[in-house]
T-cell receptor
Framework: QKEVEQNSGPLSVPEGAIASLNCTYSDRVSQSFFWYRQYSGKSPELIMSIYSNGDKEDGRFTAQLNKASQYVSLLIRDSQPSDSATYLCAAPIKGSGYQLIWGAGTKLIIKP | DTGVSQDPRHKITKRGQNVTFRCDPISEHNRLYWYRQTLGQGPEFLTYFQNEAQLEKSRLLSDRFSAERPKGSFSTLEIQRTEQGDSAMYLC????????????FGQGTRLTVV
């Protein structure tokens, strides 16, 4: 199993709906998780971090962490066309200096 | 602008030439990371500095790659004898001291080797 895995998509969601992005992880990563958004040709932008089991909400974004099942999710409510981007899940490798290991990203397309 | 700054934004070079990229981290951040990203993939770790000390280096990093962070401020990444496979986006990120885990990225340097 890869340390961090994501479905590459694309995931197509109608405008105004909820977009759900998922990421699974292995025992090789520390349990701090980061969701980054990356527009085409641009660098990753941190949008959410989560460290504890449960949900964390920030505006239209909710991150969910389930340590027992080893998955982390990002929900985007009231999806907007500007949310169309690739969403990357990242976590630090255990025993490293917070070296992040990344999923390949899920491409999200919001259809007007 | 107090974010992470990278220079140049784009670099086109001929195979076999040397290139050097610069990263200026957020001023109060003592930890600096270099990553490389190719199309359709997540970033791949290259190396990590805490202050001026290079504490980690990826096993994937060939000896053509070298990075420095003199005085613990800006960092440079040099690639010698570039190859077409080095074409990628080179990303720099910084992170603060005090246990804050969140890393913030610069805009990246896109390298094209022709």
């Amino acid at each position: 199993q890869k340390e961090v895995e994501q479905n590459s998509g694309p995931l197509s969601v109608p405008e105004g709906a909820i977009a759900s992005l998922n990421c699974t992880y292995s025992d090789r990563v520390s349990q701090s998780f980061f969701w980054y958004r990356q527009y085409s040709g641009k660098s990753p932008e941190l949008i959410m971090s989560i460290y504890s089991n449960g949900d964390k909400e920030d505006g239209r974004f909710t991150a969910q962490l389930n340590k027992a099942s080893q998955y982390v999710s990002l929900l985007i409510r009231d999806s907007q066309p500007s949310d169309s981007a690739t969403y990357l899940c990242a976590a630090p490798i255990k025993g490293s200096g917070y070296q992040l290991i990344w999923g390949a990203g899920t491409k999200l397309i919001i259809k007007p | 602008d107090t974010g992470v700054s990278q220079d140049p934004r784009h670099k086109i070079t001929k195979r076999g030439q040397n290139v050097t990229f610069r990263c200026d981290p957020i001023s109060e951040h003592n930890r600096l990371y270099w990553y490389r990203q190719t199309l359709g993939q997540g970033p791949e770790f290259l190396t990590y500095f805490q202050n001026e000390a290079q504490l980690e280096k990826s096993r994937l990093l060939s000896d053509r790659f070298s990075a420095e962070r003199p005085k613990g401020s800006f960092s440079t990444l040099e690639i010698q004898r570039t190859e077409q496979g080095d074409s990628a986006m080179y990303l720099c990120a910084s992170r603060g001291a005090g246990g804050s885990p969140e890393a913030f990225f610069g805009q990246g340097t896109r390298l094209t080797v022709v």
